[in-house]
């Protein structure tokens, strides 16, 4: 097949994916999700119904930490949903519970969830990491929730 000749004004780097154009593209649509999303979780939040589970892990190979930001919460069905909202390189300075809270409430805030966090109507559940409990402190923490996740 000879494209030039049915395609003459075809430009071929206009064909072929970038890895900017990539890159930009994950960013515009984890914006659009986050835009859908975030009407939903504060009708959760403002009904007390919304419960989070943040983790912490290390990829030991690379030498990164990572953040994981759960939501769970029932619909109007009873169905159960969860929604992982963020899985972000962790970039603070230490694992202090100070810098912990200030990542979970940097990843909040791209959902316009931090008031409701400042206003307990968010539940945590969490796996009982001392460093996360200091930075829950404070706030209402449930175990029991985060068992049954880990068995469905």
């Known amino acids: 097949m000879d494209f030039s000749r049915k395609y003459p004004d075809l430009d071929s780097s206009q064909l072929l994916v970038t890895p900017t154009t ?10 659009q999700y986050r835009s859908l999303l975030q009407p939903i979780l504060i009708e959760q939040a403002a009904n007390s119904c919304l419960c989070l589970c943040p983790d912490q892990w290390a990829d030991k190979y690379r030498k ?9 919460f029932t619909n109007k069905n009873y ?3 969860l929604l992982d909202l963020c899985c972000c390189e962790y970039q603070e ?11 979970i409430r940097r ?3 791209l959902y316009g969830l ?5 206003n307990n109507k968010i ?3 969490c796996d009982r990491g001392p460093n996360i409990l200091k ?4 706030k209402f923490i449930l175990s029991l929730v985060h068992s049954l996740k880990i068995k469905l």
């Open 107 to 109: 990843q909040l805030d």
């Open 135 to 138: 930075a829950l402190k404070g």
């Open 64 to 72: 990164v930490n990572y953040l994981g930001l759960t939501a769970m």
């Open 79 to 81: 169905e159960l949903i």
């Open 123 to 125: 539940v945590f559940t």
């Open 22 to 31: 990539i890159s930009k593209n994950v960013h515009q649509l984890a914006e």
């Open 93 to 103: 300075v230490d694992k202090s519970g100070d810098c912990i809270l200030q990542a």
């Open 114 to 118: 931090t008031s409701y966090m400042n």
